[in-house]
Protein backbone atom coordinates (compact mmCIF):
# COMPACT_ATOMS: atom_id res chain seq x y z
CA UNK A 1 0.00 0.00 0.00
CA UNK A 2 1.32 3.20 -0.96
CA UNK A 3 1.15 6.62 1.36
CA UNK A 4 0.54 10.19 1.07
CA UNK A 5 1.07 12.88 3.81
CA UNK A 6 -1.65 15.61 2.69
CA UNK A 7 -0.79 18.96 4.00
CA UNK A 8 -3.66 20.89 3.57
CA UNK A 9 -6.94 22.41 5.26
CA UNK A 10 -9.32 20.43 7.43
CA UNK A 11 -13.08 22.36 7.29
CA UNK A 12 -15.51 20.37 9.81
CA UNK A 13 -18.23 21.02 7.90
CA UNK A 14 -18.42 20.07 4.37
CA UNK A 15 -16.11 19.03 2.11
CA UNK A 16 -12.69 21.09 0.70
CA UNK A 17 -8.63 20.43 1.35
CA UNK A 18 -8.20 17.62 3.52
CA UNK A 19 -11.59 16.12 4.02
CA UNK A 20 -12.05 16.27 0.04
CA UNK A 21 -9.03 14.63 -0.75
CA UNK A 22 -8.37 12.10 1.95
CA UNK A 23 -11.66 9.79 1.66
CA UNK A 24 -10.86 9.64 -2.44
CA UNK A 25 -7.24 8.79 -1.93
CA UNK A 26 -8.16 5.78 0.51
CA UNK A 27 -10.96 4.60 -1.75
CA UNK A 28 -8.42 4.20 -3.56
CA UNK A 29 -6.38 2.16 -1.62
CA UNK A 30 -3.83 4.72 -0.94
CA UNK A 31 -3.64 5.62 2.74
CA UNK A 32 -3.46 9.04 3.42
CA UNK A 33 -2.23 10.81 5.93
CA UNK A 34 -3.68 14.32 7.03
CA UNK A 35 -1.12 17.40 8.41
CA UNK A 36 -3.91 19.75 8.55
CA UNK A 37 -2.77 24.08 8.07
CA UNK A 38 -5.96 24.88 9.33
CA UNK A 39 -8.92 24.30 11.31
CA UNK A 40 -11.82 25.69 10.10
CA UNK A 41 -15.90 25.15 10.97
CA UNK A 42 -16.08 25.45 7.15
CA UNK A 43 -14.58 26.51 3.82
CA UNK A 44 -14.12 30.38 3.26
CA UNK A 45 -16.27 30.23 0.24
CA UNK A 46 -19.09 30.88 2.90
CA UNK A 47 -17.81 34.18 3.51
CA UNK A 48 -17.91 33.55 7.48
CA UNK A 49 -16.06 30.72 9.38
CA UNK A 50 -14.63 30.35 12.42
CA UNK A 51 -11.17 28.55 13.85
CA UNK A 52 -7.60 28.58 13.66
CA UNK A 53 -4.49 28.69 11.74
CA UNK A 54 -2.43 25.91 12.95
CA UNK A 55 0.91 26.75 14.27
CA UNK A 56 4.13 26.39 11.94
CA UNK A 57 5.86 24.59 14.65
CA UNK A 58 3.37 22.01 14.41
CA UNK A 59 4.37 20.97 10.68
CA UNK A 60 7.82 20.43 11.91
CA UNK A 61 6.81 18.70 15.28
CA UNK A 62 4.32 16.24 13.65
CA UNK A 63 6.95 15.73 10.77
CA UNK A 64 9.51 14.67 13.33
CA UNK A 65 7.15 12.51 15.00
CA UNK A 66 6.72 10.13 12.08
CA UNK A 67 10.67 9.93 11.58
CA UNK A 68 10.74 8.91 15.02
CA UNK A 69 8.88 5.83 15.07
CA UNK A 70 10.40 5.44 11.39
CA UNK A 71 7.33 5.67 9.65
CA UNK A 72 9.12 9.04 7.28
CA UNK A 73 10.38 6.26 4.96
CA UNK A 74 7.15 4.97 4.06
CA UNK A 75 5.93 8.09 2.86
CA UNK A 76 5.42 7.99 -1.20
CA UNK A 77 4.31 11.57 -2.06
CA UNK A 78 3.42 14.68 0.02
CA UNK A 79 0.49 16.88 -1.53
CA UNK A 80 0.45 20.54 -0.54
CA UNK A 81 -3.24 22.00 -0.97
CA UNK A 82 -4.38 25.46 1.06
CA UNK A 83 -1.65 26.49 3.28
CA UNK A 84 -3.06 29.08 6.13
CA UNK A 85 -0.34 31.47 6.54
CA UNK A 86 2.82 32.10 4.97
CA UNK A 87 5.52 30.79 7.18
CA UNK A 88 4.04 27.95 6.87
CA UNK A 89 5.70 27.05 3.37
CA UNK A 90 9.21 26.70 4.27
CA UNK A 91 7.93 24.04 6.83
CA UNK A 92 6.25 22.11 4.40
CA UNK A 93 9.37 22.40 2.22
CA UNK A 94 11.22 21.11 5.01
CA UNK A 95 8.64 18.62 5.46
CA UNK A 96 9.22 17.66 1.73
CA UNK A 97 13.23 17.35 1.90
CA UNK A 98 12.61 15.12 5.10
CA UNK A 99 10.74 12.96 3.11
CA UNK A 100 12.66 12.81 0.17
CA UNK A 101 15.59 11.90 1.85
CA UNK A 102 14.37 9.12 4.23
CA UNK A 103 12.32 7.68 0.84
CA UNK A 104 14.30 9.08 -2.52
CA UNK A 105 11.37 8.06 -4.20
CA UNK A 106 8.89 10.23 -3.03
CA UNK A 107 7.52 12.92 -4.59
CA UNK A 108 6.16 16.12 -4.14
CA UNK A 109 2.66 17.51 -5.79
CA UNK A 110 1.89 21.11 -5.07
CA UNK A 111 -1.74 22.30 -5.78
CA UNK A 112 -1.20 25.89 -5.52
CA UNK A 113 -3.88 27.09 -3.82
CA UNK A 114 -3.75 31.00 -3.98
CA UNK A 115 -7.25 31.91 -3.45
CA UNK A 116 -10.14 33.29 -5.81
CA UNK A 117 -11.62 36.73 -4.31
CA UNK A 118 -14.10 36.82 -6.30
CA UNK A 119 -15.62 33.03 -5.37
CA UNK A 120 -14.52 34.33 -1.65
CA UNK A 121 -11.74 31.58 -1.14
CA UNK A 122 -9.37 33.42 1.39
CA UNK A 123 -5.47 33.22 1.25
CA UNK A 124 -3.29 34.74 3.48
CA UNK A 125 -0.93 37.44 2.65
CA UNK A 126 2.18 35.97 0.88
CA UNK A 127 0.94 32.28 0.16
CA UNK A 128 1.14 33.00 -3.53
CA UNK A 129 4.19 35.14 -3.86
CA UNK A 130 5.61 31.33 -1.71
CA UNK A 131 3.77 29.12 -4.10
CA UNK A 132 5.63 30.95 -7.14
CA UNK A 133 9.04 31.89 -5.69
CA UNK A 134 9.94 28.79 -3.88
CA UNK A 135 7.16 25.84 -4.19
CA UNK A 136 6.82 25.58 -7.72
CA UNK A 137 10.64 25.10 -8.63
CA UNK A 138 10.57 22.36 -5.99
CA UNK A 139 7.74 20.40 -7.04
CA UNK A 140 7.46 17.29 -8.68
CA UNK A 141 3.99 17.87 -10.02
CA UNK A 142 1.40 20.69 -9.58
CA UNK A 143 -1.91 21.54 -10.42
CA UNK A 144 -3.25 24.85 -11.20
CA UNK A 145 -6.33 26.52 -12.06
CA UNK A 146 -6.81 29.28 -14.57
CA UNK A 147 -6.03 32.13 -11.95
CA UNK A 148 -3.01 30.20 -10.41
CA UNK A 149 -1.86 29.63 -13.86
CA UNK A 150 -1.82 33.08 -14.58
CA UNK A 151 0.02 33.60 -11.50
CA UNK A 152 2.90 30.90 -11.65
CA UNK A 153 3.47 31.50 -15.44
CA UNK A 154 3.81 35.41 -15.28
CA UNK A 155 1.71 35.23 -18.44
CA UNK A 156 -1.60 36.54 -20.30
CA UNK A 157 -3.83 33.78 -20.51
CA UNK A 158 -6.67 34.63 -22.11
CA UNK A 159 -7.12 31.86 -24.60
CA UNK A 160 -6.45 28.40 -25.41
CA UNK A 161 -3.00 29.11 -27.04
CA UNK A 162 -1.90 31.20 -23.98
CA UNK A 163 -2.54 28.54 -21.20
CA UNK A 164 -0.19 26.25 -23.42
CA UNK A 165 2.06 28.95 -23.52
CA UNK A 166 1.81 29.44 -19.68
CA UNK A 167 2.29 25.33 -19.19
CA UNK A 168 5.27 25.54 -20.92
CA UNK A 169 6.69 28.20 -18.89
CA UNK A 170 5.97 26.11 -16.13
CA UNK A 171 7.56 23.02 -17.17
CA UNK A 172 10.73 25.19 -17.79
CA UNK A 173 10.47 26.21 -13.75
CA UNK A 174 11.17 22.71 -12.37
CA UNK A 175 7.83 20.55 -12.57
CA UNK A 176 8.39 17.46 -14.20
CA UNK A 177 4.33 17.58 -14.64
CA UNK A 178 1.16 20.07 -14.87
CA UNK A 179 -2.03 19.16 -14.86
CA UNK A 180 -4.36 21.80 -15.44
CA UNK A 181 -7.40 21.37 -13.33
CA UNK A 182 -10.05 23.87 -14.94
CA UNK A 183 -9.24 26.24 -18.13
CA UNK A 184 -12.71 28.10 -17.25
CA UNK A 185 -13.44 30.36 -20.18
CA UNK A 186 -10.36 30.07 -21.86
CA UNK A 187 -10.53 26.59 -23.22
CA UNK A 188 -11.58 25.43 -26.72
CA UNK A 189 -15.13 25.09 -25.79
CA UNK A 190 -16.86 27.28 -22.94
CA UNK A 191 -19.61 24.92 -22.61
CA UNK A 192 -17.53 22.05 -21.38
CA UNK A 193 -14.73 21.78 -18.39
CA UNK A 194 -12.02 21.70 -19.78
CA UNK A 195 -8.09 20.08 -17.92
CA UNK A 196 -4.97 19.87 -19.77
CA UNK A 197 -1.90 17.14 -18.45
CA UNK A 198 1.46 18.01 -20.00
CA UNK A 199 4.65 16.55 -19.25
CA UNK A 200 8.18 16.53 -20.86
CA UNK A 201 6.55 13.61 -23.19
CA UNK A 202 3.58 16.34 -24.61
CA UNK A 203 0.43 17.82 -23.92
CA UNK A 204 -3.11 16.03 -23.14
CA UNK A 205 -6.15 17.67 -23.56
CA UNK A 206 -9.73 16.51 -21.78
CA UNK A 207 -13.44 17.53 -21.94
CA UNK A 208 -16.19 17.09 -19.49
CA UNK A 209 -19.82 18.24 -19.49
CA UNK A 210 -19.68 21.91 -16.99
CA UNK A 211 -22.31 21.32 -14.49
CA UNK A 212 -24.39 24.41 -14.07
CA UNK A 213 -25.38 24.98 -10.45
CA UNK A 214 -27.54 27.07 -9.11
CA UNK A 215 -26.58 29.79 -7.41
CA UNK A 216 -23.19 28.70 -6.30
CA UNK A 217 -20.65 26.37 -7.69
CA UNK A 218 -18.93 23.05 -5.06
CA UNK A 219 -15.52 23.68 -3.62
CA UNK A 220 -13.04 21.24 -2.89
CA UNK A 221 -13.36 20.35 -6.61
CA UNK A 222 -9.85 20.70 -7.32
CA UNK A 223 -8.51 19.01 -3.64
CA UNK A 224 -10.39 15.67 -4.82
CA UNK A 225 -9.01 16.15 -8.34
CA UNK A 226 -5.64 16.19 -7.27
CA UNK A 227 -5.80 13.86 -4.92
CA UNK A 228 -7.36 11.38 -7.33
CA UNK A 229 -4.72 12.00 -9.81
CA UNK A 230 -1.98 11.09 -7.18
CA UNK A 231 -3.58 8.38 -6.13
CA UNK A 232 -3.99 6.85 -9.12
CA UNK A 233 -0.21 7.64 -9.82
CA UNK A 234 0.94 5.52 -7.09
CA UNK A 235 -1.18 2.92 -7.96
CA UNK A 236 1.12 2.37 -11.01
CA UNK A 237 -1.05 3.92 -13.63
CA UNK A 238 -0.01 6.35 -16.61
CA UNK A 239 -0.29 9.59 -16.47
CA UNK A 240 -2.68 9.43 -19.32
CA UNK A 241 -4.50 6.82 -17.67
CA UNK A 242 -4.58 8.48 -14.38
CA UNK A 243 -5.67 11.88 -15.97
CA UNK A 244 -8.90 10.08 -18.16
CA UNK A 245 -9.83 8.57 -14.58
CA UNK A 246 -9.82 11.34 -12.52
CA UNK A 247 -11.79 13.74 -15.23
CA UNK A 248 -14.10 10.79 -15.12
CA UNK A 249 -14.39 10.46 -11.53
CA UNK A 250 -14.58 14.18 -10.57
CA UNK A 251 -17.23 14.30 -13.16
CA UNK A 252 -19.33 11.41 -11.75
CA UNK A 253 -19.36 13.16 -8.37
CA UNK A 254 -20.18 16.61 -9.64
CA UNK A 255 -23.45 14.69 -11.57
CA UNK A 256 -24.15 13.33 -7.66
CA UNK A 257 -23.66 16.62 -6.20
CA UNK A 258 -25.78 18.58 -9.00
CA UNK A 259 -28.71 15.74 -9.02
CA UNK A 260 -28.98 16.23 -4.73
CA UNK A 261 -29.50 19.99 -5.20
CA UNK A 262 -26.33 20.34 -2.44
CA UNK A 263 -23.72 22.80 -2.14
CA UNK A 264 -21.22 20.49 -0.61
CA UNK A 265 -19.87 17.72 -2.44
CA UNK A 266 -21.53 14.79 -2.28
CA UNK A 267 -18.41 12.38 -2.03
CA UNK A 268 -19.95 9.79 0.26
CA UNK A 269 -22.77 8.83 -1.76
CA UNK A 270 -20.69 9.34 -5.16
CA UNK A 271 -18.37 6.92 -3.38
CA UNK A 272 -18.39 4.00 -5.93
CA UNK A 273 -17.75 6.26 -8.74
CA UNK A 274 -14.64 7.28 -7.50
CA UNK A 275 -13.12 4.10 -7.73
CA UNK A 276 -15.24 2.76 -10.90
CA UNK A 277 -16.14 5.72 -13.21
CA UNK A 278 -19.13 5.15 -15.24
CA UNK A 279 -18.09 8.25 -17.46
CA UNK A 280 -15.43 7.16 -20.22
CA UNK A 281 -14.25 10.57 -21.12
CA UNK A 282 -10.74 10.05 -23.37
CA UNK A 283 -8.10 12.21 -23.23
CA UNK A 284 -6.61 13.65 -26.62
CA UNK A 285 -2.87 14.40 -27.33
CA UNK A 286 -2.55 18.16 -28.61
CA UNK A 287 1.11 18.73 -28.38
Known amino acids: MKNVLSIQSHVVYGYAGNKAAVLPMQLLGVDAWALNTVQFSNHTQYQRWKGMVI??????????????????????????????AAEQGQEILNTVNAVKKANPNAIYFCDPVMGHPDKGCVVAPGVAEFLVSDAMSQADIIAPNL????????????NFSQALAAIEAILAKGPKTVLVKHLSKVGQDPNKFEMVLATQQGMW??????????????????????????????????????????????NDV??????????????????????????????????
Open 55 to 84: PKEQIAEITQGIADIGALSECDAVLSGYIG
Open 147 to 158: VELRELSGLTVE
Open 205 to 250: HISRPLHEFVGRDPVGVGDMTSAIFLANLLNGKSEIEAFEHTANAV
Open 254 to 287: MTVTKESQKYELQIIPARNYIVNPISQYKAVKIA
